[in-house]
């Protein structure tokens, strides 16, 4: 249990394992486009057949659900901290598509595309299209966290990244009896630690629109299980 200045005493987890997933988002670069699928340069590893959504920015924000089909590394770069960040080359078959969501899409596309890419099939829906360069393309995808301790107004989580101060972020959380928690963390900590051989960070979360259900829920989980 810690004591101090905090709202609510926060408890420790020890051998009890709670984690949770968050929604973040990096920006990308889209290699070519057509009104089936995408094809993009990002700095992480993509699960194939695992969904993602892309949100393009044009006119207005154009987001979309696609399933990636491959996924390579192509080249390593090294990054401000002079760390190396891979670099893969991704593959996304856009799903879920409405005539609507077709219709803007095809907009998208004839106000971006500078040439045809090449031809897949006969059909124009096939044609994959190179777009403008300053095109903004953001991938939303979920990451893993260890939840260290809890409490009821925040909690210390373990995870691969770094987040900025003040930064906030949809997460859930997956406790007893298959409950999930739904909620936006805000970043109020970070420290770096090493953790067989690989770094990692504690990041202290702020809870922020928690429900009063699940309020209830996380109170019952910490008198019973703590």
């Known amino acids: 249990m810690m004591h101090g200045k905090?709202?609510?005493?926060?408890?420790?987890?020890?051998?009890?394992?709670?984690n949770g997933k968050m929604l973040l988002a990096t920006e990308v670069k889209v290699i070519d486009i057509s009104i089936s699928g995408i094809s993009l340069k990002v700095n992480?590893?993509?699960?194939?057949?695992?969904?993602?959504?892309?949100?393009?920015e044009g006119r207005k924000t154009l987001s979309l659900e696609?399933?990636?089909i491959w996924c390579s590394l192509i080249e390593t770069r090294k990054g401000s901290q002079g760390d190396i960040v891979p670099i893969y080359s991704a593959g996304m078959q856009f799903k879920d598509m409405s005539n609507k969501r077709i219709t803007e899409l095809q907009y998208f596309i004839d106000s971006h595309a500078i040439?045809?890419?090449h031809l897949i099939g006969g059909a124009r829906l096939n044609i994959r299209f190179h777009i403008k360069g300053q095109t903004n393309a953001v991938l939303?995808?979920?990451?893993?966290?260890?939840?260290?301790?809890?409490?009821l107004g925040g909690?210390?989580?373990?995870?691969?990244?770094?987040?900025?101060?003040?930064s906030r972020i949809p997460m859930e959380m997956f406790i007893h009896n298959d409950n999930t928690l739904k909620f936006v963390g805000r970043v109020a900590s970070s420290r770096?630690?090493?953790?067989?051989?690989?770094?990692?960070?504690?990041?202290g979360i702020e809870f922020l629109d928690l429900s009063e259900k699940d309020r209830r829920i996380l109170a019952s989980f910490i008198a019973i299980a703590l």
């Open 6 to 18: 905090r709202r609510y005493n926060r408890f420790k987890l020890n051998d009890r394992e709670v």
């Open 44 to 56: 992480r590893r993509l699960n194939i057949g695992s969904n993602y959504t892309l949100k393009l």
């Open 66 to 68: 696609g399933t990636v």
């Open 115 to 117: 040439e045809a890419a």
């Open 140 to 151: 939303i995808y979920p990451d893993d966290y260890k939840v260290n301790t809890i409490s």
């Open 155 to 166: 909690m210390l989580i373990e995870c691969l990244r770094n987040f900025e101060i003040g």
């Open 192 to 203: 770096v630690i090493d953790k067989e051989d690989q770094k990692q960070y504690n990041i």
